[in-house]
């Protein structure tokens, strides 16, 4: 069985510093892996995601992630927070490319930004 | 297009009442699901489809009924609603290899 742990609820950065958000998963098959983030009150959206090839992701609004097979991890990272990015964001992974027969998600990481 | 869509946006029920959440895609994909969001538990799959005809279930089924007679749509039944099922509801598509979709969810309250 899959599972995502997202660690830390919640994560408070100031406008401009490193966001680092951490992923981890299990699989029993090679993963594929996807960070999408929620703003309040509407859908997910896809930030980015891993399926084969070159380890390091970059995804849409500056943030990008990297697949680290020896940790089992795949934490999402921007250079430089903004204030716009104040969003609740999921990890999740799936056996099959697109995730056609459903997600695992983790339970998710609230990223707050302090002016 | 309009993506996938859902409705109603909101809905407040009674213990025991019975109502049909609506999905629907127009981008021909084959691929559906049905998840449920709670605070502090992420997403969890309640069922998906892999084509009209074919459904089945995912990690929180119980209470939960769907049918895809169509490709484009993907209903989801409560039968008898609990307030265990008071949730954000959310309806997703995709093909074999994309992405999956999101619609813009279906608050649903259970009193």
């Known amino acids: 069985a899959q599972s995502v742990t997202q660690l830390g609820s919640h994560v408070s950065v100031s406008e401009g510093a490193l966001v680092l958000l951490r992923c981890n998963y299990s699989?029993?098959?090679?993963?594929?892996l996807f960070w999408y983030v929620q703003y309040p009150n509407q859908g997910l959206q896809l930030l980015l995601k891993?399926?084969?090839?070159?380890?390091l992701v970059k995804g849409i609004n500056g943030f990008e992630a990297e697949f680290k097979k020896s940790e089992t991890s795949f934490h999402l990272t921007k250079p430089s927070a903004h204030m716009s990015d104040a969003a609740e964001y999921f990890c999740?992974?799936?056996?099959?490319?697109?995730?056609?027969?459903?997600?695992?998600f983790g339970k998710g990481t609230h990223l707050i930004i302090q002016p | 297009n309009a993506g996938v869509t859902q409705t109603p946006k909101f809905q407040v029920l009674k213990t025991g009442q019975s109502m049909t959440l609506q999905c629907a895609q127009d981008?021909?994909?084959?691929?559906m699901s049905w998840y449920r969001q709670d605070p502090g538990m992420g997403l969890r799959l309640i069922h998906y489809s892999v084509g009209a005809g074919i459904t089945d279930q995912g990690e929180v089924p119980n209470g939960y009924n769907v049918s895809r007679s169509t490709t484009e749509d993907f209903p989801l039944r409560l039968l008898s609603a609990a307030p265990s099922q008071t949730s954000v509801y959310f309806c997703?598509?995709?093909?074999?290899?994309?992405?999956?979709?999101f619609g813009p969810g279906t608050r649903l309250t259970v009193l």
């Open positions: 891993y399926t084969t090839g070159a380890t």
């Open positions: 699989s029993s098959v090679p993963p594929y």
């Open positions: 999740a992974v799936s056996d099959t490319g697109g995730g056609a027969d459903g997600l695992t």
């Open positions: 981008m021909n994909h084959e691929y």
């Open positions: 997703a598509s995709s093909t074999r290899t994309d992405t999956q979709y």
